[in-house]
């Protein structure tokens, strides 16, 4: 593609702001009797990338990339726009152009950019899109070893994960004549893909062409796969064989994850107290035991709703200096807001901070302030939204506006305005006419009242 069409590509999009070039003929010194030539900035290019990835919009920076100077057009400005642009579908025919304009530009580029845009169009479902990107990487002389394992394993997973495993086996089988030396990650996506369809079979025969055909070992991965699905197959009985198996024969150590996928096959049978103990004999086999596996545990216990178990395995963990970390207190806070106990979810978020000395996610967030929704604990839920905005997260709109419905009905005008402000401020407008209705009213009510009590003083 050459500069004109791609520039009138890009146009379709621009919007007026300020050019790229001026940017840099603003910091040229002036003087009155002559312009002295500036001298050349090794820092310009940093501005420029900095410049470009201040724009929120990524086809204005593209475009003033491309009204650049010609030594701005380098792989840090060139790669910050590509990423981009793959985390959109609407922006996917300029990525797709951009590629073409870089190659006809011969801007030198670098593995790992490749695989992360096959990444991110996986992620918005067009498996289509990343083999054409992956089928182009040869053509920009990347190296003489590309694409490599890198870009053909995350080509692989995007496939399977997909839905179209017969292309990615396809892939596979073709890396002999692409001169691509396949490894024990790009079978396990492959045996990964087989266990989701549910073929068992066909997983071994992966297996079998891995060990005999290509002389590769087979990794704990691999084994962990086929073992967390023949526990949901077969229970737990054979996948305990397996793992026996696993030892004995391939001398591959399992691992917590191992272990954790057999301890949720046994909670799932309802056999808590087995998974217990395999979790504390995991030691004896020269395992450590992890944060997995004390949450599958955890979680077995949020679904019965044995509170009192959790914190007997919260304060084990204290004994063995295991931080619950992030996961584990979602689990407890999503599970006593279930049951509505939102202020002693509260509690747990307040130990997790100061106790446990871990950050709340936006996740944990949201749901103890939706369960303060649910159960119209308006009150509460302002105090989570106060310490959320502390903490740069943002709610769901949802969120929202059953708070600023909620404060209304209690009465609390100034805390449901102060909520719709950080609204606004966070670019959820809120269209809702009940939610604009209960303001206003409230509002009215509670001027009322106001001049009720002056009138009677």
């Known amino acids: 593609m050459n500069s004109r069409s791609f520039s009138r590509l890009i146009n379709r999009h621009k919007t007026k702001s300020p ?26 290019p940093h501005q ?13 920076a593209l475009s003033h990339l491309l009204s650049s100077p010609p030594s701005l057009l380098d792989y840090p400005s060139c790669s910050s726009l590509l990423y981009r642009l793959s985390r959109a579908p609407r922006f996917v025919p300029v990525l797709l152009a951009f590629l073409s304009y870089i190659h006809s530009q011969r801007v030198p580029l670098q593995e790992p950019l490749f695989s992360t845009l096959i990444q991110n169009l996986g992620k918005l479902c067009l498996p289509h899109i990343a ?10 002389n990347v190296s003489v070893y590309c694409p490599s394992k890198m870009s053909l ?20 089988d073709s890396c002999p004549k692409l001169g691509i030396r396949s490894n024990v990650v790009s079978y396990n996506i492959i045996i990964k893909g087989y266990c ?26 691999t084994f962990n796969i ?8 077969d229970g737990v009985g054979p ?8 030892l004995i024969r391939w001398r591959v150590i399992p691992n917590a994850v191992t272990f954790a996928l057999l301890m949720r096959g046994l909670c799932e049978e309802g056999r808590y107290g087995d998974a217990k103990k395999l979790m504390f004999d995991m030691e004896f086999q020269n395992c450590k035991t992890g944060l997995v596996n004390y949450g599958v545990l955890v979680n077995d216990c949020a679904k019965r709703g044995d509170f009192k178990g959790i914190k007997e395995l919260l304060s084990e963990m204290k004994k063995r200096r295991v931080k619950p970390g992030d996961p584990i207190y979602n689990m407890i806070i999503s599970y006593l807001c279930n049951e509505g106990t939102v202020h002693e979810a509260y509690r747990v ?23 303060c929704c649910r159960f119209k604990e308006f009150e509460l839920g302002f105090r989570v939204l106060n310490a959320m905005l502390v903490s740069s997260h943002v709610p769901r709109s949802e969120s929202f506006v059953c708070l600023i419905k909620g404060l209304c009905e209690n009465a609390k005008v100034d805390e449901a305005c102060f909520v719709l402000e950080e609204m606004v401020k966070r670019g959820s407008i809120c269209t809702d006419l009940e939610t604009w209705s209960a303001l206003v009213e409230a509002n009215f009510a509670n001027n009322y009242k106001e001049n009720e009590f002056v009138c009677i003083n």
């Open 48 to 60: 420029f990338l900095s410049h470009l990835k201040s724009i929120s919009d990524p086809i204005v």
């Open 19 to 44: 050019s790229s070039s001026s940017l840099f003929r603003n910091q040229e010194p002036k003087t009155k009797h002559h312009k002295r030539k500036p001298k050349p900035s090794s820092t310009a």
């Open 349 to 371: 978020l307040l130990d997790m901070e100061i106790k446990g000395g871990c950050n709340p996610s936006a996740a944990t967030y949201r749901a103890l302030l939706d369960g």
């Open 196 to 221: 989701k369809r549910g073929d068992l079979n066909g997983a071994q025969q992966v297996l079998d062409e891995m060990v005999d055909r290509r002389n590769i070992r087979p990794s704990v991965v």
């Open 131 to 140: 083999v054409r990107v992956f089928d182009s990487i040869s053509s920009f």
């Open 153 to 172: 394993n995350s080509l692989l997973n995007v496939l399977v994960d997909n839905g179209r495993l017969d292309h990615a086996r396809h892939v596979l």
């Open 239 to 246: 996948a305990m064989k397996l793992k026996d198996d696993m």
């Open 226 to 233: 086929f073992i967390g699905h023949v526990c949901k197959e």
